[in-house]
C-alpha cells in the first residue's frame, strides 16, 4: 500500500459544485501539504500543516479551504468549483528531519 | 522570500549523451535544495539534496548534483542517459530548518535512441 494515499485519483465535476479531495498517510509525520501542478507552472502550494492544530495558507490559497482531520488525514475543499481549478492535486507529507517530502500519485480534477 | 529558476523548459538528449538540467536559486541566507523526479501519471520522489554539507551531491540512478554559491547554481548531471531517465525534473529550495519548499517551473527530459 502506498504511503501516501489520495482519493478519488480522477474527479469530473461541474462549476460550481462542492468537491473534497482526501489524502491519508502511514508516514507518520505531523507535516502535510497541498499542492497545485499545472502544465508549464510547476508545482504551488495551497494549504500545509505542521500539525493537526497549525493550518497555514500558501501561495494559491484562494477559492480553497482545508481540513485536518487527525495526524494522519488532511482534506483538500473547493466549495464551489470553477474551471481555472482544473489541474493536478498533490499531497504530500514531510520528514521534518530531513526536509524530504514524500507525495501522493495525485489527484487529476476536471472542472467543466 | 527564496526561489528557484529552472532554465529550460524541455531538454532533449540522446540515449549515453550527457544530461545537464540547469537550476538557479535565489535566496538571502544559504539554502538547502533538492531536484525531484516525476515520472509519468506518478507522484514526484527525492532524487537528491544538499543540506550544506559536501557541495557535490550523490543521488539515486546515477545522477548528480553540485552546489555554486558563487554562481548560485544547482545544475543536475548524469553521465550517460537511459531512456529510462525521460520524465519532468523540479528542483526546490527551502530555508534550513526545512519549512516549506518553492519549486521550480520544471524540465522536461526527453531521451531518444
Known amino acids: 500500500d502506498a504511503d501516501v494515499t489520495q482519493t478519488p485519483r480522477n474527479r469530473i465535476t461541474k462549476t460550481g459544485k462542492r468537491i473534497m479531495l482526501e489524502c491519508s498517510q502511514t508516514?507518520?509525520?505531523?507535516?502535510m501539504y497541498w499542492y497545485r501542478q499545472d502544465p508549464g507552472l510547476g508545482l504551488q502550494l495551497i494549504y500545509y500543516?505542521?500539525?493537526?492544530?497549525?493550518?497555514n495558507k500558501g501561495e494559491i490559497s484562494d477559492g480553497y479551504s482545508v481540513s485536518r482531520q487527525a495526524q494522519a488525514k488532511f482534506s483538500l475543499s473547493l466549495e464551489s468549483a470553477i474551471p481555472n481549478q482544473t489541474a493536478l492535486y498533490f499531497c504530500?507529507?514531510?520528514?521534518?528531519?530531513?526536509?524530504?517530502?514524500?507525495f501522493g500519485e495525485g489527484s487529476r480534477l476536471t472542472v467543466l | 522570500a527564496q526561489s528557484v529558476t529552472q532554465l529550460g523548459s524541455h531538454v532533449s538528449v540522446s540515449e549515453g549523451a550527457l544530461v545537464l538540467l540547469r537550476c538557479n536559486y535565489s535566496?538571502?541566507?544559504?539554502?538547502?535544495l533538492f531536484w525531484y523526479v516525476q515520472y509519468p501519471n506518478q507522484g514526484l520522489q527525492l532524487l537528491l539534496k544538499?543540506?550544506?554539507?559536501?557541495?557535490l551531491v550523490k543521488g539515486i540512478n546515477g545522477f548528480e548534483a553540485e552546489f555554486k554559491k558563487s554562481e548560485t547554481s544547482f545544475h543536475l548531471t548524469k553521465p550517460s542517459a537511459h531512456m529510462s531517465d525521460a520524465a519532468e525534473y523540479f528542483c526546490?529550495?527551502?530555508?534550513?530548518?526545512?519549512?516549506?519548499?518553492?519549486f521550480g517551473k520544471g524540465t522536461m527530459l526527453l531521451v531518444s535512441p
Open positions: 504530500a507529507t514531510q520528514n521534518a528531519n530531513t526536509g524530504e517530502l514524500f
Open positions: 508516514k507518520g509525520h505531523d507535516r
Open positions: 500543516s505542521f500539525d493537526v492544530k497549525d493550518i
Open positions: 535566496s538571502s541566507v544559504p539554502p538547502y
Open positions: 544538499y543540506t550544506s554539507a559536501a557541495t
Open positions: 526546490a529550495v527551502t530555508l534550513p530548518g526545512y519549512r516549506t519548499l518553492t
